[in-house]
Every structure is written in structure tokens, then in C-alpha cells.
């Protein structure tokens, strides 16, 4: 491995002020350097301990004390386009059970696919054991792109989003909109990766018993609300049109028969705007049409610390493109940006958390060789 721990009192490598709306400043920490493709992270309950996935298939576990040490154990991965170790999710029973939750990309007859799985931690031992995969994404498909993927738990169950893996089929018969293929879908499934009996489309003939939604393109980010409790996600559009949605039982999202973004190669329309009556689901935030406004988010949060009173309830969601930390308000589903935060750093963000002790928000950079910082209050 080639990250660096900054041990000790984290370096400070920027201090930043925020609009006047605040009246707060923060300053930045850097906890860890050098990173090899970062992509999820999960703080282990009443520890302080954040466990975090690397792409290429490894799994490390930063404390403030002793730094970044490896976990063994990690699954085998397909490390290839936008494939390998994905996100990782903390169970609700880990006090008891040890269990943390896995995506992956792997491989399977037809091409690859994204697997769910999950392993109890040993941090004595520093590994995982007793890896199981719980839910395997069919069909498998011949495609680096579009893999998803996102865990979070809700209700005693898990919830987990696909991509569509980059189909250019914008078709009625495009995957997202196959109710036999769980590719651009989430899926509701138990912690055990049982089916349950109430989800939307079990005694549906042919359709994937697991989906809870579909007719999404690429989900990059899922969250619980705080007081609603309601799975919110994000996901990237074609060309701008990337959206933020509320995820609904049963619920068609669109993908791609509705969409505000345009066509990669020539800015063209493929499909009519999301509009009342179309019978899709139409997304409670999306950015315009076009490369340059695209905003391609990837990892969110509502922040619910005491660091930063201010953003009480407010929603942190990361940008790849224009590498910045949204801080956005939110009233009814409504969102508002207020700040940028990180904007001036030069980072693709490609996850955050909120520290469940201290309250100070953990952000995890995208790419080779990058940082894993810490917003602190200045």
C-alpha cells in the first residue's frame, strides 16, 4: 500500500470561511495520505474507528491513535473500468454480531456484475471472516461501467443501488426499465439476503423479487433521512441531469425515458424532461443539461452533529466533476445549495461521513494518491 497516516494532531492544510448565513469557519485536517482509489467508508459504532474500502480490493481501518492499519479478508473483486471493492456499511446488529456489509464488483457467466455480501470484523485479528455473499445483481453483463453501488439500512432491512451498466439502449427496452433485470434498480432484501414477502414485485411473473425501485441510471450515494426516515439517493445523469431522489416502494424513476440530462457525444436530447402526469417518479433536486453542468455527485449525508450547529439537518453530498462538499438546506424534499465547501482544493469527493462522537464531518477524495480529511470547526 502507498498511503501515509499523519499521525499525532492532524495537519491543517487550508482554513476556509463560510457565508455569512453562518457566521462559522472551519478548517481542514488531513488524517491520512495517499490513498490508492478510496470509495466507501463507515464508522464502527461507539468505537471512533472508520472502516474504509479501497477499489483495487482492500480494506483498511483508520483510528486516531494507531492510524491506518489493513484488514485481511477482503472479497475477490474485478478491479476493472469502474469495478472493484465498492461501498461498505456498518450492520445494525455489529455489536453483537461483527457484521459489515460489502458491494463489490465480481465476476459470473456473461461478464461481471455487482455482489452483496457480508463479513464479521475481527479488529484484534485485523480481517474479516466468514465472508458470505448474500445477493448476486443479475444479469451479469460485459461492461466496465455503471455498477452502483450504495448500502444503507432501513427498518430492519438492507437497501442497495445499482447502475444500469452503461446500456445506450434509451429504449422502452432499456435494462433500467426491465423488471427482470435488477441492473439500474434498488434493491430491499434482509440482512440474511432473503427476499421479504411484502416487497412490490415478488408475485409479479418475471420480475426480480428483490427490486424495491428501478429506472435509475448510476446510483453513487444513498442516505436515511434523519426525521423521516425516508432512503434518499443520488445518481448521475448522462450529460448534466444528474438527480437527487426520494426513493419509493414500486416507484419507475424514468431512466431513460425521462431525464433532464442530454447525449455524452453531441449534446443531444434523448429523452423528454420529467413531467407531471408521465408516470415516472421525477427527482426532488436535478442539475441542467450539458457537460459543463454536470454535477456528478457521489456520497451523502445529512448532518447530524454538534460541531457545526448551524447545518443541523442539512445535506452534504459530494461532487466528482467540480470537486467541491455540497452543503445544501433542505425544507419538504426541497434542496437548496448554500456553500461549497473543500471548493478551491482541487479533490473529487467521493464520499463523507459524520463522525458519530466528535460530530466533525470525514470526507474521502476519488482517485490515486489522495487524502482522506476531516471538516473540523475553525
Request: without cysteine.
Amino acid at each position: 500500500m502507498t498511503y501515509r497516516t499523519v499521525l499525532g494532531s492532524a495537519a491543517t492544510i487550508m482554513a476556509l470561511s463560510l457565508p455569512a448565513y453562518s457566521g462559522q469557519g472551519y478548517a481542514v485536517e488531513t488524517l491520512v495520505e495517499g490513498l490508492d482509489r478510496p470509495w466507501g467508508m463507515a464508522f464502527l459504532p461507539d468505537q471512533g474507528d472508520l472502516i474504509m474500502t479501497l477499489r483495487g480490493g482492500e480494506l483498511v481501518l483508520w483510528d486516531a491513535e494507531s492510524g491506518l492499519t489493513p484488514i485481511s479478508g477482503a472479497p475477490d473483486v474485478v478491479a476493472q473500468g469502474q469495478g472493484g471493492l465498492l461501498d461498505i456499511a456498518v450492520g445494525p446488529d455489529f455489536g453483537e454480531t461483527g457484521f459489515v456489509y460489502m458491494t463489490w464488483a465480481g465476476a459470473l457467466d456473461g461478464g461481471t456484475t455487482t455482489h452483496v455480501g457480508r463479513a464479521r470484523l475481527d479488529r484484534d485479528a485485523a480481517a474479516v471472516t466468514d465472508l458470505e455473499i448474500l445477493h448476486v445483481v443479475r444479469p451479469a453483463i460485459n461492461s466496465g461501467a455503471h455498477f452502483g453501488s450504495r448500502i444503507v439500512f432501513q427498518d430492519g432491512h438492507l437497501f442497495a443501488g445499482f447502475g444500469d451498466r452503461g446500456s445506450k439502449d434509451f429504449s422502452e427496452a432499456h435494462i433500467s426499465q426491465d423488471l427482470g433485470s435488477e441492473n439500474g434498480a434498488v434493491i430491499r432484501i434482509t440482512p440474511e439476503g432473503n427476499i421479504p414477502a411484502d416487497n412490490p414485485f415478488v408475485d409479479h411473473d418475471g420480475a426480480a423479487g428483490a427490486i424495491w425501485s428501478y429506472g435509475h441510471r448510476n446510483i453513487q450515494a444513498m442516505t436515511i433521512h434523519p426525521e423521516t426516515g425516508a432512503v434518499w439517493l443520488a445518481e448521475h445523469g448522462e450529460a448534466g441531469g444528474d438527480e437527487v431522489n426520494i426513493v419509493e416502494r414500486a416507484g419507475n424513476f424514468g431512466w431513460p425515458l425521462a431525464s433532464f440530462g442530454v447525449t455524452y457525444r453531441g449534446g443531444n436530447v434523448f429523452a423528454p424532461p420529467h413531467q407531471e402526469g408521465d408516470g415516472f417518479v421525477a427527482p426532488v433536486h436535478h442539475w441542467p443539461a450539458g457537460r459543463e453542468a454536470h454535477n456528478p455527485p457521489s456520497g451523502m449525508t445529512f448532518y447530524t452533529g454538534d460541531a457545526f450547529p448551524d447545518w443541523q439537518g442539512h445535506l452534504l453530498l459530494g461532487n466528482l466533476f467540480h470537486r467541491y462538499l455540497g452543503l445544501y438546506s433542505e425544507n419538504d424534499g426541497q434542496l437548496t445549495e448554500l456553500a461549497r465547501l473543500l471548493d478551491g482544493a482541487d479533490l473529487r469527493i467521493r464520499d463523507v461521513a459524520v463522525g458519530p462522537e466528535d460530530g466533525f464531518i470525514y470526507v474521502l477524495a476519488d482517485g490515486e494518491n489522495v487524502p482522506l480529511l476531516r471538516l473540523v470547526p475553525e
